[in-house]
Structures are given as structure tokens and as C-alpha cells.
């Protein structure tokens, strides 16, 4: 789906939707109850700049608003069904529990792809993998400055001591990819560590966010995580922006500016791709 998505679309920018009331245009504000129409509006202004949709369901679950995400997740499907939705919930729990937050992403939501951490092992990302055709990105050098506090400690235990954040991706990429369903999140604002993921995991499809609102330079994204192969690519590369695009405006022009702040991001994108 990423591919066919890349394709059509002429784009690596995944649009994230993260609808917080209290950023909405001015005849939307502070109402929880219009997150689905501010969301449908910004998925139908963008459908054709992305390789993917990336809803963050702390987003909906704080408003009590799980059922204008299941609409969402509905609408995505009709109006951009080429186009992969990754539920950014970031689980991670023993696999009874995997089992449940499982079925809530691929059944009760229609996820395509779910972001997960790998801290509790992989048993706790095992139940995932049981749906075919579904995928799950693990937690590898997040965008975040607090990353560092473990992501980037050495593992004196492991052959060649390598850091925690690299260990993930050689595990994702190796041992752990039973079926070929995982990829990584890797962040924007740390593009030297994202051409040593892309080194470790060069098959992986990667999901970088930290450009836009965080900073992080979208042109030293793509050229530490893109690699072309003759004919062929390496893993995709999947770059989310979700606050500056979908608060480029506080008007009513809100979807149109969001469309115009998306063109603008993947353009920069594609032209980095060289
Ligand atoms: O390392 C990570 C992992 C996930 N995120 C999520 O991506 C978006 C970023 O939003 P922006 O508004 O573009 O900063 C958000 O949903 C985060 O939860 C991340 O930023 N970094």
C-alpha cells in the first residue's frame, strides 16, 4: 500500500492528524463534537499529497471522541482508500493485553499499521503480527530530547555493545520480521541516526516525524533515509507532519491553507529525493 500510495500520490509526506480543540478555526473552537468534520475536512483537502494518514488516538481518546475516530477511519477509507492509515497509540503490553490493543487497531478501528513500543520484548508485539497484511512500527530514536535517556544507551550485554535504539533495528529487521510486517519510527530531528537505522534496516519502511512543528530539516530526512536501488527502492520513507499542517491557518480557509502547507512539504520532500 505504501508504494502504490508513493506512487500515485508523488509523495513521502504522511499527514498527521492530531485535532485538538482548542487549535481550531474560529467557528470550530473548543467544540470536542466537530473533531471528526475538522479532521474529514483536512483528509479531503489532502488526499492527494500523501503516502499515508497518521491519526494520534490520544487525539480522541481525551475528548472521548473514540467514535468520531471510527468515522474518520471509515471516511479515509472511501474518500482515499489507496492511501494506508497508521494508528500512531504507541501500545506495548504482555501479549494477552497485545491481544486487546491488537484488535482494537486492525478490527475495531481498521488500522492498516500501528506504532508500538518494543520495550517489553517481543512477545508483547508477537499478537500483531498474527494479522496478515497488517503492519507495526516499533519505537526506535524518537523525535523527542528525552530519547537519549535510553534510546542511546550502550548494551554491554549484546555482541558489539551496540546502542539500545540499534539493537531494536536490527531485531526488527532480522529476528522479529516473521512475515515482513514491521518497520521503525525514527525522527526527523536526528537525521545521522536515521542513516544508521537505514544502514541496520535497509528494507524497512520508516517513520520519521519531527518535521513542521518540531524543527527537524526535511531535506536531511530524505537524504539519510532514502535510498534508491537501480529500478528499485529501499524500505519506504514515510514523513509526518501533523501540527503545521493541520493549524496553517486559524480561518476559515483552514483546509485549504492545510492543503497548500502539505503541497508545499512534499515538494520539498520529493525535490530532496534527488
Ligand atoms: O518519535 C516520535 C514518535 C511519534 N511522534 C508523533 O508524531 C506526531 C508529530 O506531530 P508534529 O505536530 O508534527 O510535531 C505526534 O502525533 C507525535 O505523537 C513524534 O512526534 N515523535
Known sequence: MLGAAERQNQSLLCVGLDPDPAKFPAHLRGDASRIYDFCAAIVEATADTVIAF??????????????????????????????????????????????QYAIEAFERYGADAVTLSPFMGFDSVQPYLKYEGKGAFLLCRTSNPGGDDLQNQRLATVDGQPLLYEHVARLAQGPWNLNGQLGLVVGATYPAEIERVRELAPTLPLLIPGVGAQGGDAVATVRAGYRRQGDATTGPVIVNSSRAILYASSGDD???????????????LEAARG
Open 54 to 99: 497518521k491519526p494520534q488516538i490520544a487525539y480522541f481518546a481525551a475528548h472521548r471522541a473514540e467514535d468520531q475516530l471510527e468515522r474518520l477511519m471509515a471516511h479515509m477509507r472511501a474518500v482515499a482508500p489507496q492511501v494506508p492509515v497508521i494508528l500512531d497509540a504507541k501500545r506495548g503490553d504482555i501479549g494477552s493485553t497485545a491481544e
Open 254 to 268: 483552514f483546509a485549504a491553507a492545510a492543503r497548500s502547507e502539505a503541497l508545499r512539504t512534499r515538494n520539498v
